[in-house]
């Protein structure tokens, strides 16, 4: 038997300017990353992220806010690095606030399991796979 894993619901907030996504989920672990570890190379390691998409992603962040998120430091013998602004930590603070609220709050739970309990109730019959049996015709 083939079971179908339906993970549980979440609410995701991005915001759009432009028809650009200028903070979301991705970003904000990115933000996260780099304040970890000092360095967009160590934080796209980390992700598994390419050093220019990653720079991509802050590109668009720095084109919509009103100052840049990261600071960076050239490297060569003295070892780049990059740390977060204030813009980029209260960015990531206020990101990280706003979903825990909307999660918690009653209408966006209320989603939440809602969206949980029809899932399950859509979720199709199990196939039956045992070999003997004869797909339909058609």
Known sequence: MTRTHHPTPRLQIR????KEIVIGPGKIDLL????????I???????????KKAWQ?????????AAPVV??????????????TDLGRDIIRH???????LTEHA???ALLDSLSTRRQAESPPLADSRPDSDPAPD
Do not use: F, P, W
């Open 15 to 18: 915001l759009v300017a432009d």
């Open 32 to 39: 996260e990353a780099i304040e970890r570890h000092g360095s």
């Open 41 to 51: 190379a160590a934080a796209c390691r980390e992700m598994r992220l390419s050093y």
């Open 57 to 65: 992603l802050l590109d668009t962040m720095n084109r919509h806010l």
């Open 71 to 84: 600071h960076t430091a050239t490297g060569g013998t003295q070892r780049g690095g990059a740390t977060l």
């Open 95 to 101: 990101y990280r606030q706003l979903t825990a609220d």
């Open 107 to 109: 209408s966006g739970r």
